[in-house]
């Protein structure tokens, strides 16, 4: 049974439906990607997932329990943490303090936690150890966008959604982003992972679903999804881009 | 019946006044996204404007409509936005906030400056209030059907613009993307420019039109809160919808009228909730209306606070009471007292520093809070009767106590709300509290208990008496105002620095991430509002023993409001920002305008120019709070930031300081007087920072990256810099890559 599932889920602004009766899972232990093109619902299906946005219809269910009218504050205590496509860091803090505050949280929702011990090993494990003591505006985007996951990773989290977490960064920031993921998966976070950059989409997850015009139009591995001649069509191209990208990097 | 239809027409009359006004501002707030508190002072000023023409200067009656309504309205409003408005862009709510508060006190100011307050001044009705036609056995006012046809007039007219005409349609998008709509071809800022001639206009036809319904004397104040009232009736469009607003308008206007008609005049309260009525149905309507859900979107805005450490605060707190008791041996009993009374209002302002510059809420009414803590402490917090009579710690406790408790129960239902509707909701009481309590001077009988809140329209407050320390003498008034600012300054510092402050901040600056790392919200803002009203309570009711007296004009909304813009003038974020504004609100206006009149009144030759250079100091502090949208951060930040540079000179302080101390002890001897001394310190504070900018602008000369290797050797410092900006993490594989580069 998947650790995070949506079933039917809908959303509408006003006359425009955003997420169209959309059910998929996420599993425990691995990364599980959520493609499609701009504008598919992705981001507001994370909103929805994440409390931010009440759906129109359908459920959201956390470890089998529905947490569909549940507060966001309610479902991050339950385990679900999540990264912004647009950064909201903590502006007035510094890329410590941002990440120590959500131990702070953690401590006043009762739990017992050594927020400086647990703070001082999620930037050892995210590698920002260099910048802690600067400004979080002082930061380049690609940095910034790994203070969110550490700061994410704080909570001890059992669901972890990315909104786009790559985007922004370097090559060489995204090769570490890439091996802190699967290093988080192996312990057994479930990851769920919007992205735009399909080769790593393809190299990480296990399983992809794929949106479009607020529909799911395909789930499944990877090698699926590059075969879906409706994915093709609507998202990757036809010249198969993905493919060639992966293949190339299969033979380096 | 008959009384019936009557009242309805009246209530509809009424509304059409308030649908008038409120169109303006949801007109101004749909294009620029800033809510103009301003509004009911630009209707106050236009209808001024509108008196002095027609009745002063003698002009006949259309030509001074003309040339205000078509002329003046329309340039105020095009003025705002070209001087002021513009420059509003990605600031913070507060700031917005403050800025059109400033421009709403300074044109207060400015009126009772060029219209004596003491003066009457009357409008008539259109064609006369005796013109009267009779409707189907109503009589009405030919003056009242011109405010409906006026009404109508507009609503057709706003809904032509909206839907007809290109630039109305652009308006409706102007205030989402200015950026998407340049790139369509169109000038954001001219569309903007045409919504704020408009709003004024509108304002200043409402003021025209209202005045003589309310019995045609004009006073200032009155009138800008009279157009306030139609906050409610905009607020029922959620700020957006004109149709809707119309609606409220007319809800608004009928049960003010069918109250004032319909209520038990033996009711002991009816009176003072006919006045209170819209602000109870702005604080009703913001709670019921559906809020708008926290926003993806982190507020990036250009303030910048830096907070001390609660060693630093400590320090400085030790250094100001040091300096506030070296002071006060310079000064006579009286300036005692009133400096005394300036570091009561500081202790107010620390409550908004706390809320809003710590939490990023907002509190338009922090006096209001001080007025409960005032009269719980008069009514059960005194002990002994006459001369003897003395406020105990229990009773300051108590009041404090319960001040918490009502601002949290005030905030409870507001707790949704956020920047904006929070601040209107906070004045929604501030205004029901001046009109609904501090008003009641009447007696009540309630379960048999006969009482009356606010007794004689005065509290007599005795000083405080704690063991040995009577705050009787003004000089341990002062430094118990002093240390206790002081403290609990060191305790904001303290808590900024805690998890607690840090989770405040994570609120303020993105209420979403804060939600999604599990942050209650609204637990968080439940307890930091009622933590604020205590110290707002704790303030006032020092302020009113202070003073000995207090009148509900101590707790207006228009003091609290000064409050707020010089505490953000100060610096919001800073706890030197919250005795710069509670020195400055609480007594600065009383120093400058006396001061300035006991200069008049010693040089009778000189009179009139000192009398006006007080009056233009006193607008000048409101130039100073619309100058707060160039700089959000505050004069303090500026202050400090000057003081940064002078780290490390350590001569330039050490001489500074025995110039001061010098200047100290030539004050003490009376060789020179207190004036001279405060403004040659005040040279010597402000010149100190210039001093360390010119130091240390010296040395600096950064290389633009694009020059580096070319203009100047590619130095280690400079390799830093780059890496830091393109975000390359490892300096020293960065070093190794370098070298394998060279080799190839």
């Known amino acids: 049974m998947p650790l995070l599932e949506t079933r039917d889920v809908t959303v509408r602004f006003g006359g425009n439906t955003a997420v169209d009766g959309v059910s998929i899972g996420v599993e425990a232990g ?24 009440r759906p129109a219809a359908g459920r959201v269910l956390l470890d089998g329990a529905d947490v569909t009218r549940l507060a966001p504050a309610g479902r991050a205590r339950l385990g679900l943490a999540r990264t912004f496509q647009r950064l909201e860091l903590f502006l007035s803090l510094s890329v410590r303090d941002n990440v120590r505050v959500a131990g702070d949280i953690l401590r006043a929702t009762g739990r017992t936690v050594d927020v400086e011990k647990e703070t001082d090993r999620v930037l050892a494990r995210t590698g920002l150890e260099d910048i802690a003591h600067l400004e979080v505006s002082a930061i380049p985007t690609g940095r910034a966008r790994v203070v969110e996951v550490a700061r994410a990773l704080m909570t001890a989290p059992r669901v972890l959604l990315l909104d786009e977490p790559a985007s922004g960064q370097t090559e060489r920031e995204t090769e570490a982003f890439a091996a802190l993921l699967t290093g988080l998966a192996a312990e057994g976070l479930a990851i769920c992972l919007v992205e735009h950059d399909l080769p790593l989409v393809m190299r990480l997850c296990t399983t992809i679903h794929v949106l479009d015009y607020g529909r799911l139009i395909a789930s499944g591995t990877p090698k699926e999804i590059r075969e879906s001649p409706e994915v093709v069509a609507a998202y ?9 990208e992966v293949r190339r990097e299969e033979v380096a | ?33 800033i809510f103009n508190f301003a509004h009911g002072a630009q209707a106050m000023l236009g209808t001024f404007l509108y008196w002095q023409l027609t009745y002063g200067w003698g002009w006949p009656m259309w030509l001074s409509l003309v040339v205000v309504v078509g002329l003046a309205g329309p340039a105020m409003g095009a003025l705002l936005h070209m001087l002021i408005m513009r420059g509003l862009r990605e600031t913070a709510d507060v700031t917005k906030i403050v800025v059109t508060v400033a421009i709403m006190l300074g044109m207060v100011y400015l009126s009772q400056w060029i219209w004596h307050p003491e003066e009457a001044r009357v409008t008539e009705m259109f064609f006369g209030a005796n013109a009267k036609i009779e409707l189907g056995g109503v009589v009405v006012r030919v003056h009242e059907l011109v405010c409906l046809v006026v009404a109508v007039a507009v609503a057709i007219g706003l809904r032509l613009l909206f839907t007809r005409t290109r630039a109305g349609v652009v308006m409706r998008g102007a205030v989402d993307d200015p950026d ?34 309310g019995g045609g004397a004009l006073e200032a104040n009155q009138l800008t809160l009279l157009v306030i009232d139609a906050f409610a009736a905009a607020m029922f469009g959620r700020l957006r919808s004109i149709p809707r607003t119309f609606t409220g308008a007319m809800v608004l206007g009928m049960t003010a009228t069918y109250v004032m008609a319909y209520f038990p005049t033996d009711w002991t309260w009816a009176g003072n909730l006919r006045v209170s009525l819209p602000m ?122 319960v001040t918490a408790v009502v601002g949290g129960l005030v905030a409870l239902p507001a707790l949704r709300l956020r920047g904006l509707y929070l601040a209107l909701a906070t004045m929604a009481f501030g205004v ?46 002062l ?120 200069l008049a009144t010693a040089h009778p030759s000189m009179e009139s120019i000192y009398k006006t250079i007080g009056q233009l100091l006193v607008v000048a502090t409101a130039l100073i709070g619309m100058g707060v949208g160039k700089n959000p951060s505050g004069t303090v930040h500026d202050i400090v930031e000057g ?42 504070v402000m010149a100190l920072p210039v001093a360390g900018r010119m130091r240390a602008a010296a040395p600096v000369r950064r290389t633009p990256p694009e020059l580096a290797g070319v203009a100047e050797p590619y130095s280690d410092e400079l390799r830093e810099r780059l890496d830091r900006e393109l975000g390359l993490p490892a300096r020293e594989r960065m070093a190794k890559e370098a070298s394998v580069h060279a080799v190839a």
């Not at chain 2, 009557?6 to 007109?27: C, E, H, N, R, W």
């Not at chain 2, 993806?296 to 250094?319: D, I, K, L, N």
């Not at chain 2, 105002?481 to 305790?491: E, K, S």
Request: proline share 3%.
């Open chain 2, 180 to 213: 998407l709509l340049r790139l369509n071809g169109h000038d954001p800022d001219r569309i903007a420019m045409l919504s704020w001639a408009m709003g004024s206009t509108l304002a200043v036809l409402a003021g025209i039109l209202v005045t003589p319904i």
């Open chain 2, 1 to 33: 019946m008959t009384s019936f239809l009557t009242f309805t027409i009246l209530g509809l009359v009424l509304g059409a006044v308030y649908a008038i006004a409120a169109s303006g501002l949801v007109l101004t707030y749909t294009t620029s996204g």
């Open chain 2, 280 to 401: 109870i149905i702005l604080f009703v309507v913001l709670i019921v209306l559906p809020q708008d859900r926290l926003r993806v979107a982190a507020v990036r805005t250009r303030e910048r606070y830096r907070p001390p450490t609660p060693r630093s605060a400590a320090v400085w707190g030790a250094a100001l009471v040091a300096a506030v008791f070296l002071l006060a041996l310079l000064l006579d009993d009286g300036s005692i007292t009133t400096f005394a009374l300036g570091m009561t209002f500081a202790i107010v302002a620390l409550s908004l520093t706390l809320l809003t510059g710590y939490a990023g809420e907002l509190n338009l009414a922090p006096l209001s809070f001080g007025a409960v803590a005032t009269i719980t402490g008069f009514h059960f917090g005194v002990t002994g009767s006459g001369l003897a009579s003395r406020l105990t710690l229990w009773g300051v406790l108590l009041a404090v106590l």
């Open chain 2, 432 to 477: 029901f509290l001046s009109n609904m309590v501090l008003r009641d001077t009447t007696e009540h009988t309630l379960f048999g208990v006969t009482f009356s809140i606010f007794p004689n329209g005065t509290l007599i407050v005795p000083p405080l008496q704690v063991g040995p320390f009577d705050l009787r003498d003004p000089r341990t008034l």
């Open chain 2, 643 to 684: 003081y940064r540079t002078l780290r490390g000179a350590r001569a330039l302080l050490a001489g500074a300081a025995a110039v001061e101390a010098v200047l100290y002890g030539l004050a003490l001897t009376g060789v020179i007087g207190n004036w001279w001394f405060a403004i040659l310190t005040a040279c010597l």
């Open chain 1, 236 to 244: 990757i191209g036809t010249e198969e881009i993905g493919t060639e």
């Open chain 1, 30 to 53: 691995c990364v599980t990607g959520l493609i499609g093109p701009n504008g598919a619902g992705k981001t507001t299906l994370f909103n929805t997932v994440t409390g931010l946005q």
């Open chain 2, 479 to 598: 430094m118990t105002a002093t240390v206790l600012f002081a403290l609990i300054g060191v305790g904001l510092a303290a808590l900024r620095a805690s998890g607690y402050g840090r989770r405040l901040a994570a609120m303020k600056d993105s209420p979403a991430a804060a939600a999604m790392l599990g942050q209650n919200l609204v637990k968080l803002k439940f307890g930091v509002f009622m933590l604020s009203a205590a110290i707002a309570g704790l303030g006032g009711l020092l302020m009113a023993s202070a003073g000995g007296s207090v009148s509900g004009d101590n707790f207006a909304i228009m003091s609290s409001l000064a409050l707020v813009m010089l505490t953000v003038v100060g610096g919001i974020g800073y706890i030197s920002g919250a005795l710069f504004g509670g020195l400055v609100s609480g007594v600065g206006f009383t120093i400058m305008v006396g001061t300035f009149n006991d």
